[in-house]
């Protein structure tokens, strides 16, 4: 299994970003996808979950309604659309995928929203 996270930057408050989340090893459409966010000093909380087909999706509170997650099954990759960001939205980014009892992670890509 490798996944690889990609898309991160430095942007102002406001600005948009888009996170991809490349994975392989494994059959794709079998499996749900997370992305996660880990702030300095704080634990890594879930920010969005899409299903194995994409038909569902759910979010954590703080990003409802700015970020969307979506998958190209086609591609074996998940994105994450973020708008709208803020400060808080500053941390490392994370895509999972669990299987048989094992979490699967990427390396995270950094996100930092600063004026």
């Known amino acids: 299994v490798r996944i690889v996270e990609s898309g991160g930057g430095l942007v102002q408050p406001g600005a948009s970003l888009r996170l991809s989340c490349a994975a392989s090893?494994?059959?794709?459409?079998?499996?749900?996808i997370k992305w996660y966010r880990q702030a300095v000093g704080k634990e890594r909380e879930l920010v969005a979950l899409?299903?194995?087909?994409?038909?569902?999706?759910t979010y954590a509170d703080s990003v409802k309604g700015r970020f969307t997650i979506s998958r190209d099954n086609a591609k074996n990759t998940v994105y994450l659309q973020m708008n709208s960001l803020e400060p808080e939205d500053t941390g490392i980014f994370f895509c999972?995928?669990?299987?048989?009892?094992?979490?699967?992670w990427g390396q995270g890509t950094q996100v930092t929203v600063s004026l």
């Open positions: 999972n995928t669990w299987q048989s009892g094992t979490g699967y």
């Open positions: 090893g494994f059959t794709f459409t079998s499996y749900h």
């Open positions: 899409i299903t194995k087909d994409g038909s569902n999706t």
